[in-house]
């Protein structure tokens, strides 16, 4: 049957595959599709799939402890605290989070985008929260940080929609929560500030459907009774993360991909390529003498997700679809935002950022 409509040119690599800038789900590492691929009929000589193999059988069971020693491996995590593999995403995690740590105090939270937002949003739902500081395009002080008479405070250390992301860790007295989901394994972190992180695997550890949360061991069991057994930290901790079926799936290929980060030389490396990539499109955009636009506070850029505008909608539609003609996909902002959102996560080669530069520098002398 002929097409209803021909599809529209794309420059592809020598495998059929292009860059891809999306969000999330995002790149893979190719080595990592590459394996998968391989061994996705008889894995491990099991003479069946990933796919098909009970979650408790030893063999599995081996890729649950690895990919959680290869997280404690990659960030230096001390024994305190636990690594637990849940689903239900980032959005599961806005409630959970209060469900477990907020009793009679409120969380605090730091607003500086749409994820710290609805992360608020949620626990105040479920539980008692409050702002701790809202701020706009850029990360707050730590004066500004309203901490006080709160169970913890939470913040996002990457808004991936808005490009914004914290360079260090933030100074507060009490409990540190944090929502890593777009620069999970992307930079050292010193782990012992925090009482909590969580991330979504789909943006830079695997694919969609697991969510890794790094809990202190000491906050563990402190969740009402009336909590429901999904919704308690402490289920996943007193079983392994394996209370009921898991993501199999996508804990697997998360394996695959921390494997990878450990052979490439782990976080230090990943950071360096991080500022690489994203300092080369930043310095296209502020030579670009305005054709190129950011509004983020210089030291909070996000060095995981480069947002930017051009001077009407119909250049950066222009942008987009000329991008896509050259094998460079999935540049258009978030719907709620607008404007180009190239996301530069640790699968994205340093000359992937370097053909958009290229593409940008070409586009800019056309249009300009
Ligand atoms: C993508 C994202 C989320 C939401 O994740 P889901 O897995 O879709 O629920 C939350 N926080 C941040 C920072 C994100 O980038």
Not at 203 to 213: D, E, H, M, Q
Not at 227 to 248: C, D, G, I, Q, R
Request: net charge neutral.
């Amino acid at each position: 049957m002929a097409p209803l409509r021909e599809a529209p040119f794309v420059l592809r690599m020598k495998n059929g595959r292009v860059l891809n800038f999306g969000a999330g789900p995002s790149a893979m590492p190719l080595p990592v599709l590459e394996q998968a691929q391989h061994e996705f009929l008889n894995w491990e000589q099991t003479g069946v799939s990933i796919l098909e193999i009970s979650h408790r059988s030893r063999q599995f069971m081996k890729v649950v402890e690895e990919t959680q020693e290869n997280i404690r491996r990659l960030y230096g995590i001390p024994d305190d605290y636990e690594v637990l593999f849940i689903q239900g995403g980032g959005h599961m995690q806005f409630a959970m989070v209060p469900l477990n740590l907020a009793g009679e105090k409120p969380g605090a939270y730091a607003v500086n985008g749409i994820w710290s937002k609805k992360a608020l949003a949620e626990a105040v739902k479920v539980g008692s929260a409050r702002c701790a500081a809202e701020c706009e395009g850029r990360v707050p002080t730590a004066e500004e940080l309203d901490t006080q008479d709160s169970a913890y405070t939470y913040y996002c250390s990457n808004e991936t929609v808005n490009g914004i992301q914290y360079q260090e860790v933030p100074r507060t007295d009490g409990l540190l929560v944090a929502d890593m989901s777009s620069d999970f394994l992307s930079r050292p972190v010193p782990i012992d500030r925090f009482g909590l992180i969580f991330a979504g695997a789909q943006k830079n550890l695997g694919p969609a459907g697991l969510t890794v949360v790094i809990v202190r061991k000491d906050l563990l069991g402190k969740a009402s009774p009336k909590v429901p057994t999904m919704l308690n930290y402490e289920t996943y901790a007193k079983s392994s993360s394996l209370y009921n079926t898991p993501p199999v799936f996508s804990i697997y290929m998360s394996w695959l991909v921390t494997k990878w980060i450990l052979r490439e030389g782990g976080l230090k490396v990943m950071h360096d390529r991080a500022k690489t990539r994203s300092s080369l499109i930043y310095d296209h955009i502020d030579r670009s003498e305005g054709f190129y636009r950011n509004k983020i506070n210089k030291a909070d850029r996000s060095r995981m997700n480069v947002v930017f505008n051009l001077k009407s909608k119909e250049l950066e539609e222009r942008f987009v679809t000329e991008a896509q003609e050259q094998g460079l996909t999935s540049l258009k902002g978030h719907r709620l935002v607008g404007g180009i959102r190239a996301s530069l996560y640790n699968a994205m080669p340093v000359d992937g950022a370097e053909r958009l530069a290229d593409f940008m520098s070409a586009f800019c002398e056309r249009n300009a």
